[in-house]
């Protein structure tokens, strides 16, 4: 190991390399294998006693190679290559956990040259200087030097640039090594109030003098955040050394003590347009990263939490990519289990604009399935939020671009405050007026009458306003609309993307479930369209998330309709589809039976037969699989709902007027199978097969017809 640490300062580039993958080596040796992908994990380190106690001459050596190698650290050097080796064994280290150990003696003499690393030229120094700290010091003198740091920097920094005795470099190195006391798994955690520190002293799990320098270390914090957001500031620090700043008050996390004037000064700051320009691309980095912190340091149940995400907004409005991440963090804020910043804090580096989208759209990719369960606020909305509501619908508004994620998450939170918020959210004008002006104006420029996926959560607006409305009005005429554009956003063939079949199931649940009553006196066409759209869903090859979920609300509708069904709240798939054939047939009767085997011809023909090969919409899952419903299975649930249709009612028209029926589908089927002779299911039956079964089913028609009703029962 001596003889790589030495090589790797050899000007001669052939032995540079041969010690650099004699140094790989060695370490795999000495530290094992990598146990885990993270190299930085437990298993894979040692504690620094044992190191020295099977090398005890390397102490000694690896002393006198940070003396020489910090000689040339301010200038790219070649010994650089050397230094970072030095730190790199160092993170390899285990923290001395316990005081009682000489582990921390052993490796205090290393701590001067990891801070003098905080000032080199090279920045992988830095960052590598900052990791290995942590891994020398004992979790009881954490707070005491953050403290310390956190001092150095903020005095720099109340300076003017030409007073500074600090370079940039180095204070930039410094906010690294806070950066990773800060996210250390043996940091104590800040942002719990006062009263609980102390009670945590009291009872002996923090020392009273820790309990204190946190206490400290929370006004530094809060002192550091106003630092970077000062308009002089602004002018004289590079984006990357405010962005580190900005990292470690998110990873603190800690309690606020600014009021809500001094957070709405500092977002201002951070929004200023002319800061964010395209000839400095790390600012984006550094206002995104800086609004996280803010956002996390609001309190979410104080009175002015959403007050200022509104003043945010309008600040933002020049910047779709800041407005995004703001419109993100309101809907993890109203989910019903919001998420704190766990999902940005714990990263092993900076966070860039890029990541922190990317997060947020992962946190929040369950929020339209959440739609269909939101419960509602007790006591109506708060104050701000008919206030909140008009900014968002003039932010809907203002999107000149398709397809934006800003816009989504406008529409989406929208939606969100539309379905909890109660009754007293109708009497909001942008709620309806605006936001469904505008999307009918877009539905005249599409054919399909269809919203783009980025607009879907309007259908919830829409649905919800249906509900309420027609409640008190009794009126069904006007709601053909909305289940028209219901259906056609749930059919499988004219929708593909998951995150639109779960925004309309929850829209469409919001409409059903709440006139259930009303519902069943409803004799629309465009309502069983929507039914049946509902049916395409369950038998398609969409994502069982969606299937499932199709089927958890056509099971509610069935209980809300008071519909004899005994299944699980869950049911799967499959075993609800006869239950709800049943539900149709027994309240629309002809109806549902014309619209029923229409919808078994296009799913047999249209959409099974016809399908092009390669098409991105099947309609059948695989029988091969557990969760099958194959058109042969289709087609025998539909002709056992008939049968039992045709037998329950001594009507001998219902016979005689379902036979011809039956033999227009029959007839229709026929000529498309010779149409497509070739083309049958590899998992199914042939459409020619299909007739065959279904002009058997005429004939047993025509001939209950031809018998009295007490024969035809028995026959049945």
């Not at 340091?297 to 509104?310: C, H, T």
């Not at 075993?575 to 085997?597: G, K, N, Y």
């Amino acid at each position: 190991l001596k003889c790589a640490i030495q090589g790797l300062n050899s000007s001669l580039w052939m032995i540079r390399n041969s010690s650099l993958m004699l140094y790989s080596t060695m370490m795999e040796r000495i530290f094992g294998v990598n146990r885990t992908r993270d190299c930085d994990s437990k298993k894979n380190r040692m504690s620094s006693s044992v190191f020295f106690a099977k090398f005890p001459g390397m102490r000694a050596f690896l002393l006198q190679s940070f003396e020489e190698s910090l000689r040339g650290g301010r200038s790219p050097t070649i010994g650089r290559t050397k230094l970072f080796a030095l730190l790199n064994l160092l993170t390899r280290f285990l923290p001395p956990v316990q005081s009682a150990t000489s582990d921390g003696t052993i490796v205090h003499a290393f701590l001067p040259y990891v801070f003098a690393c905080a000032g080199s030229a090279d920045i992988r120094i830095r960052l590598l200087a900052a990791r290995s700290l942590t891994c020398l010091l004992q979790p009881a003198c954490l707070p005491t030097l953050a403290l310390r740091i956190l001092i150095l920097v903020t005095t720099q920094l109340r300076r003017s640039s030409e007073a500074r005795s600090m370079s940039h470099n180095r204070l930039h190195g410094l906010l690294l090594q806070l950066l990773e006391i800060l996210r250390s798994e043996y940091w104590p955690k800040l942002g719990t109030a006062d009263t609980a520190l102390a009670d945590d002293a009291n009872n002996g799990i923090l020392p009273h003098q820790n309990c204190s320098l946190l206490q400290e270390v929370d006004g530094q914090l809060n002192d550091l955040l106003l630092l970077l957001s000062a308009d002089s500031t602004n002018a004289t620090l590079c984006p990357l050394l405010r962005q580190t700043g900005f990292a470690c008050l998110l990873a603190a996390h800690p309690k606020s003590r600014l009021e809500a004037p001094e957070i709405l000064r500092v977002a201002r700051c951070l929004l200023q347009p002319e800061l964010l320009t395209p000839s400095s691309p790390a600012s984006l980095d550094v206002a995104a990263t800086g609004l996280l912190t803010l956002i996390f340091n609001l309190q979410e149940g104080s009175e002015y939490f959403r007050s200022a995400l509104l003043s945010m907004l309008d600040t933002s409005s020049s910047t779709l990519e800041l407005q995004r991440i703001l419109l993100g963090c309101l809907l993890l804020s109203l989910l019903p289990t919001p998420v704190q910043g766990v999902g940005f804090i714990r990263r092993d580096r900076l966070l860039w604009y890029e990541e922190i989208i990317f997060t947020l759209d992962t946190l929040l990719a369950p929020a339209p399935a959440a739609l269909s369960s939101l419960p509602q606020t007790s006591g109506g909305a708060s104050r701000q939020v008919g206030t909140l509501i008009d900014q968002l619908s003039r932010i809907l508004m203002r999107q000149g671009r398709p397809d934006t994620t800003t816009a989504y998450y406008a529409s989406l939170a929208l939606a969100v405050f539309a379905v909890s918020s109660g009754s007293e959210l109708v009497h909001s004008d942008s709620l309806v007026r605006v936001v469904l002006s505008y999307s009918a104006d877009r539905e005249k420029a599409l054919t399909p009458a269809i919203l783009p996926s980025h607009l879907s959560p309007l259908l919830v607006l829409e649905a919800v306003q249906f509900c309420r409305h027609s409640r008190k009005d009794g009126d069904f005429s006007s709601c053909d609309n909305l289940f028209r554009r219901l259906a056609v956003h749930l059919d499988p063939c004219c929708r593909t993307e998951t995150k639109t079949h779960t925004v309309a199931l929850a829209a469409a649940s919001n409409a059903l479930l709440a006139n259930a009553d009303s519902i069943l006196d409803c004799q629309s066409s465009e309502l069983l369209a929507l039914f049946f759209a509902l049916l395409s869903l369950i038998v398609s090859d969409a994502e069982d998330e969606i299937r499932f979920l199709t089927a958890r609300v056509l099971r509610n509708l069935l209980e809300a309709c008071r519909f004899p069904v005994n299944l699980p709240r869950d049911p799967l798939p499959i075993t609800l589809l006869p239950h709800f054939i049943d539900f149709l047939l027994q309240h629309w009767s002809r109806s549902a039976v014309s619209s029923l085997l229409e919808w078994l011809y296009k799913a047999v023909v249209e959409m099974w037969i016809q399908s092009p090969e390669g098409s991105a919409v099947r309609l059948f899952v695989p029988e091969s699989t557990g969760l099958s419903i194959g058109p042969a299975d289709l087609s025998r649930q539909v002709r056992r709902a008939l049968t039992e249709w045709t037998a329950a009612v001594p009507d001998k028209n219902r016979v005689e007027w379902l036979a011809p029926q039956i033999g227009s589908f029959v007839r229709r089927l026929r000529q498309h199978s010779s149409d497509y002779e070739s083309v049958v299911s590899s998992d199914g039956r042939a459409a020619a097969d299909i007739a065959s079964d279904f002009e058997y089913f005429s004939d047993f028609l025509q001939c209950c017809s031809s018998q009295s009703w007490t024969d035809k029962r028995s026959l049945v």
